[in-house]
């Protein structure tokens, strides 16, 4: 429930933590979520929200307007309803994200993009590029695809490019992240250590 997440927020704030990340899975699926968003930011709490911009409407602007996140970021999967198709099995799902983002900008809520290259979308990257310019927002890319850790089913290894298949990228994009391939040169084994190239992972709640 929201007071039990709450309680644990406190007991996390009582041993030092200061920023929250909410996240999933898809956070705005849950019916309590602008109880437990505003609660974190009324205990003083720096939240950031992560999701996949799916589910935003005017109510959830207006939350953001009045309760700012520290951070905001949206994950882009490509730049065609036939991505979203093949990757999320939304066949409108490019559409919904993009009526999601033009609200965001109309009630100037400051987010920025996030774009992880698959082998299903490494050709969307200069579609995705372009969306972050016209809106005049920030854009992080990575070809980062993590197996999973709690025994969900991912198909993370077919998915993930070869180095080979790495775009280089000639565009300015969101210094938050690195080259994605620079980053896959340069990153452990995440078989020996499985959150090393996440940053939330290392600095953060969730």
Known sequence: SADEWLDLARQAMEMGTYHITLTGGEALTRPDFEDIYTGLIEMGILTSVL??????????????????????????YGGSNATYERLCGAPNGFDRVMRSLHLLKEGRVPFSLSFTATKENVNDLDAVLDIAKVL???????????????????????????????????????????????????????????????KEYRTSFF
């Open 136 to 198: 005049g927002v920030g854009v992080g890319v990575t070809a980062n695809i993590h197996s999973p850790v709690r025994g969900a089913t991912s198909e993370a290894e077919e998915l993930r490019l070869d180095n080979a298949e790495i775009p280089s990228i000639g565009r300015p994009i969101d210094n938050d992240r690195p080259d994605p391939r620079s980053a896959a040169a340069s990153a452990p084994d995440q078989r020996t250590d499985l959150f090393a190239r996440c």
């Open 51 to 76: 999701s996949n911009a799916s589910l935003i409407t005017e109510e959830t602007v207006r939350l953001f307007q009045t309760y700012q996140p520290r951070k905001l970021r949206f994950t882009l």
